[in-house]
């Protein structure tokens, strides 16, 4: 307290000011404190916010993590997927020449490849029933 008195003292011998002037500059140096005292509390308020919007860019980038694995996990699944349709697509043509080549071996009439295809379906009747 005694430092200000003797600041107070040397300022108004040196520059001369009277009361009204030092009293508008007191205003201002109040002004001027309470205006940082808002800038600091709006820093910890800003502050505080920033860590919040940074936890939840943390969080959304976790989620995104998991939703790239899980899209990740499906595009290698429907890949799985189409390939064996693909591979069923190319089995059957594989398949069928070779049996039109073997039906055609068998028979040189070909009278008999309708009975042939007959033979290998199953009976509908349920066990027990009797044929009518």
Known sequence: MEYTQDVENNITQDVNLDPAE???????????????????????????????????????????GEYDAMRNDVRDRISRLVRTIEELEAAPDASSEAQAGEVSQSDGSGSDAGEEGNVSQPELLPSGSSEV
């Open 22 to 64: 030092l009293a508008v500059l007191e205003e201002k140096i109040d002004q001027l404190v309470d205006y940082c005292t808002g800038l600091r509390e709006e820093n910890g308020r800003l502050s505080k916010e920033l860590a919040d919007r940074n936890a939840e860019v943390a969080s959304l980038k976790a989620r995104l």
